[in-house]
């Protein structure tokens, strides 16, 4: 009988590599990742592929025939580029709809892969591009390889857990399955005003942020999309946000994360996970406020890896290239067992690790805010209410 494989790893094929370079923030941020990899040795740990392009029909899984038609052919409108998203921080580029492809590519690559059985764990590090809705891009994320993976999974397997650590909400993915308890997602970010996408707050500041929990609006039910299609009403419950304060750190961030998802899993019974690890919360991070560790990162993320379940690993943001580079290196060691280094090693990115060039590099504030009482006490609250709801309605179905 076969063995089956601990960690299958999607790599990035030098087409992708050179489609990433036309969208500013991801530039180098796949080879600079792959070069700290190879230079760890975790290949030798991992059963490796290359990203394989999806099928276009394979996308509209989840996103409307326009939407991937404007992709090929972006339209010389403004208005329409608007309409899709596709201006600011998703501008059109030459290639966008092999890039999407090659995206969603390899988030089915490593969903099929685990729901194969083949492997029990699965990452495509070029993934988690959370925000992009059906018919429409957001936050560098021109393609939603999330919601095609996890409705994969649930195909495939039975119940996805969602769960995202990235320090932006997972909007996009929220709202795919919104309306469906076969995909349960479960979101750590940062809340705060002005801060994007201004969702995922607790439910009494909905509408001050623009939180939206619904579906958008569409004309005409041609336009919903498949994952939207289900006889179950909307499932509030299905969808826990934890919004979290600026400079949360790790005392707040890694036991909180291992509190909640461990409930959530118990009262949700998964048979399947896909974890969006988002880098962008680490410490030092341009575009994130929740000030994280590269090992506070990696403790929280083994902590579900320790669940044992059929895992399906994807990036999200992270804009320090070299603590993105960090992070990512260090949860694929710690989800093929194999021990992290104190110390960077040499390979051809070195320099960008200075000037401690340690594994653990951690930006201290000059000021840490705490997490407050009230906070922390609605978060525990809310994440109560949603485990009852879970136990409530898992104990009437089966009644």
Known sequence: MEKRSRVAYIAPT????????????????????????????LYQHLTVERVREALVEELEAFHSKDYLNALNDPPA????????????DCAPFSGMLKYALLTAG??????????????????WWGGGRHHAKWSSASGFCYVNDAVIACNHLS??????????????????????????????????????????????????????AGYRSQPPQCRSVSCVP?????????RRGYALNMPLLPNTGDEVFVPLIGKATEQVKRAY??????????????SGDP???????????????RRILDWELPTVLLGGGGYSQANTARAL??????????????????????????????????????????????????????????VTHLLQDRSSSSS
């Open 155 to 208: 195909t495939n397997l039975g119940r996805v857990l969602y769960i995202d650590l990235d320090a932006h909400h997972g909007d996009g993915v929220e709202e795919a399955f919104i309306t469906t308890d076969e995909v349960m997602t479960v979101s750590f970010h940062a809340f705060s005003r002005g801060f994007f996408p201004g969702t995922g707050g607790f439910p009494a500041e909905e509408g001050k």
């Open 329 to 386: 290196a260090s949860i694929t060691a710690a989800a093929a067992s194999v021990e992290i280094p104190d110390e960077v090693p040499e390979n051809p990115f070195f320099e960008i690790y200075g000037p401690d060039f340690t594994f653990n590099h951690y930006v201290r504030e000059t000021q840490r805010a705490k997490m407050e009482d009230t906070h922390l006490k609605r978060l525990d609250g809310i994440l109560s209410k949603t």
């Open 269 to 282: 019974n998964p048979k399947a996970v896909v974890l969006v690890a988002g880098p962008d919360c680490l």
């Open 14 to 41: 030098i087409e992708y590599v050179e489609l990433c370079e036309m969208i500013p923030r991801l530039s180098l941020r796949t080879p600079i990742v792959e070069a700290l990899i190879s230079a760890m040795g």
């Open 106 to 123: 390899g988030a089915l690559h490593a969903a099929r892969a685990v729901a194969s059985g083949t492997t029990l764990r699965a990452i």
């Open 77 to 88: 409108d403004l208005e329409e580029l608007e309409d899709y998203g596709l201006v600011d």
């Open 226 to 234: 498949k994952v939207y299609q289900t006889s179950v009403p909307t």
């Open 287 to 301: 575009l994130g406020e929740l000030r994280v560790s590269v090992q506070g990162l990696t403790r929280a993320v």
